[in-house]
């Protein structure tokens, strides 16, 4: 377990270093080829995987996450890592904030969808010492 939870917090690293310049929408697309995505808490190491139509909901969730403009106060607490795959293939890791912002890159998207919030929800069930 010590190993998966040092390869996931590798590449979070190495996805944080290496992002590109995406938006949500480009980023959707690129993650519609995800077969799961594994819900990380940093500061515990507790993780959930979820695939299928679970997935599906999240991947469109941050394509249709909406841009926090400048203007905005945005006062989000750090959250959880998502980590997608293709099989072996890690695709992207996107952070998340306060159960409903994702970031892409150092931009913050607002999930009016409340997915994130649900993907959070199962998490704590899950590991109810998390939270």
């Known amino acids: 377990m010590n190993k998966l939870i040092s390869t996931l ?64 106060m945005l006062l989000a607490t750090p959250g959880y890592a998502l980590v997608f795959f293709k099989s072996r293939e890690h695709l992207a890791t996107v952070a998340t904030g306060a159960e409903i912002v994702f970031y892409i890159g150092q931009t913050a998207y607002h999930d009016k969808s409340g997915t994130l919030l649900e993907v959070m929800k199962r998490f704590w069930m899950t590991h109810p010492d998390s939270r």
């Open 9 to 72: 917090t590798l590449l979070m690293v190495l996805g944080g270093a290496c992002s590109r310049q995406e938006t949500q929408k480009t980023l959707g697309r690129r993650l519609s080829e995800a077969d799961r995505v594994i819900v990380l808490n940093p500061n515990g190491g507790a993780t959930l995987t979820i695939k299928d139509e679970q997935l599906k909901k999240i991947v469109r969730a941050i394509e249709a996450s909406e841009k926090v403009s400048h203007g905005e």
